[in-house]
């Protein structure tokens, strides 16, 4: 199946500073690209999604980038707030479409 | 969105025995629900994924006879841990789709549920 590849595994940032998340998949074919958060104990929450005909998305503070040469998409967190701080997970579909396949997760911490 | 709800949220039984993990959808049809095991701190791995009406596929590594995944229906999905064994705690997690996610269906998580095996 596919393999998914997230980095780093911890970061910590300060209260205003941005992060940013990196990720590479081996599936050529993939072409779904969705960002979960997830806080202990609780379920993903989307977050932001990209799928493999758009480069870049935005929303707000969020914003997500997709280089399907390279195989590799980031997450990207401007001003960063302490209530951002969570454990941030990427994925991606397979090639059929019907299977999703987690990045290892990062666990993001923005110090006040 | 959508709505999907597992039950039971937290579970502590006696090892040997089975426990049964239910997931629903509650405003969508759900042709496909996905199966997660996930450890403290850890990633999501994905054990199995079942398309109603039909066998689950298994993920390499994953027990079918010991994690036995029914999908009878559209809106429901049970998750079977049979002889459960200490190193079966964890976290499951279910997730749900209206159809196949590369055609642009987004996925829909319950709120997991922690077995704790005594």
């Known amino acids: 199946g596919e393999n998914v590849e997230q980095h780093p595994s911890t970061l910590s940032v300060q209260e205003g500073d941005s992060a940013v998340i990196k990720c590479t998949y081996s599936d050529s074919a993939s072409n779904y690209f969705p960002w979960y958060k997830q806080e202990l104990g609780k379920r993903p929450q989307l977050i932001i999604d990209?799928?493999?005909?758009?480069g870049e998305k935005k929303d707000q503070r969020i914003a997500v980038t997709l280089n399907k040469t390279a195989k590799h998409f980031s997450l990207h967190i401007t001003e960063t707030q302490p209530e951002d701080s969570a454990v941030y997970f990427c994925?991606?579909?397979?090639?059929?479409?019907?299977?999703?396949?987690f990045g290892t997760g990062t666990s993001l911490t923005v110090i006040p | 969105g959508a709505v999907v709800s597992q039950h039971p949220s937290r579970v502590i039984c006696k090892s040997g025995t089975s426990v049964k993990i239910e997931c629903r959808s509650l405003?969508?049809?759900?042709?496909?629900m996905f199966w997660y095991r996930q450890f403290p701190k850890q990633s999501l791995m994905l054990m199995a994924t079942?398309?109603?009406?039909?066998?689950?596929?298994?993920e390499q590594g994953v027990e079918k006879d010991k994690f036995l995944i029914n999908h009878a229906s559209l809106t429901l999905s049970t998750l079977t841990v049979t002889s459960a064994h200490p190193e079966d705690s964890s976290f499951y997690i279910c997730?749900?789709?209206?159809?196949?996610?590369?055609?642009?269906?987004?996925?829909?998580f319950g709120e997991g549920s922690w077995l704790t095996v005594v």
């Open positions: 079942s398309n109603e009406g039909s066998k689950a596929t298994y």
């Open positions: 990209i799928r493999s005909n758009v």
């Open positions: 994925a991606a579909s397979s090639n059929t479409g019907n299977q999703f396949y």
């Open positions: 997730s749900a789709s209206m159809g196949a996610v590369g055609s642009g269906n987004t996925i829909y």
């Open positions: 405003d969508f049809q759900a042709t496909t």
